[in-house]
């Protein structure tokens, strides 16, 4: 998508724990990039997150490094710190309005799975997510269907909510996978980028 000097910067937020980043996630962000005409993605790990086990989660300064390494050589990717550093639980809601005053001329598009939109409603403040963001929502197996289009369509009758459909291709990692093939010893090569791989291996995470 061609960009137009004269309209707001659009920024991509791919939010989550990283716990590790994946070429899941990568794929994932160059393609809200290049089909949404973005000008930037910025991965933002999660601080303490109020909806998952903390004693599971690597420390977020070694999510960090391993985020700096993924996205390393990509001048449209870069990784913020900005809910790692907050004191106390981190709230989607809360994160989209501080951007939004930081920079007015800034559009934020907050980048998410299909999953996850099934139950984005049970998040702390729905509505105000909506007023602060336009979601993307990457289809599983590629494609919307029905499911999709029903959620879609109750979400923006009832929040007045901004959704984009991602054709993305649906790349079956998680990084619940890649912690239980290093339990097991195998490889994940391939699953994750070659420097991060490194890193995991150097400093024994995940075992």
Request: aromatic share 10%; with cysteine.
């Amino acid at each position: 998508m061609k960009k137009n000097e004269n309209r707001k910067k659009r920024t991509g937020i791919i939010g989550g724990t990283f716990n590790p980043v994946h070429i899941g996630h990568l794929i994932l962000a160059e393609n809200a990039y290049d089909s949404l005409g973005l000008d930037k993605v910025i991965f933002m790990p999660t601080g303490k997150s109020y909806l998952k086990d903390p004693s599971k989660i690597l420390p977020s300064q070694a999510r960090i490094e391993l985020l700096n390494a993924a996205v390393s050589g990509n001048d449209h990717f870069s990784v913020s710190e900005y809910e790692t550093k907050k004191i106390g639980n981190t709230y989607t809601f809360e994160t989209l309005m501080e951007l939004n005053l930081i920079d007015e001329n800034e559009e934020l598009y907050f980048i998410i799975g299909e999953d996850s939109v099934y139950n984005i409603e049970s998040w702390r403040e729905p509505k105000l997510i909506f007023e602060n963001c336009v979601l993307v929502v990457a289809p599983r197996d590629h494609e919307p269907d029905e499911k999709l289009f029903a959620i879609k369509a109750h979400l923006e009758e009832t929040y007045n909510a901004r959704i984009e459909l991602l054709d993305a291709p649906d790349i079956d990692i998680s990084s619940s996978m890649i912690r239980e093939r290093i339990k097991k010893g195998k490889s994940i090569r391939y699953y994750v980028p070659e420097a991060v791989e490194k890193i995991i291996y150097e400093h024994g995470y995940y075992r």
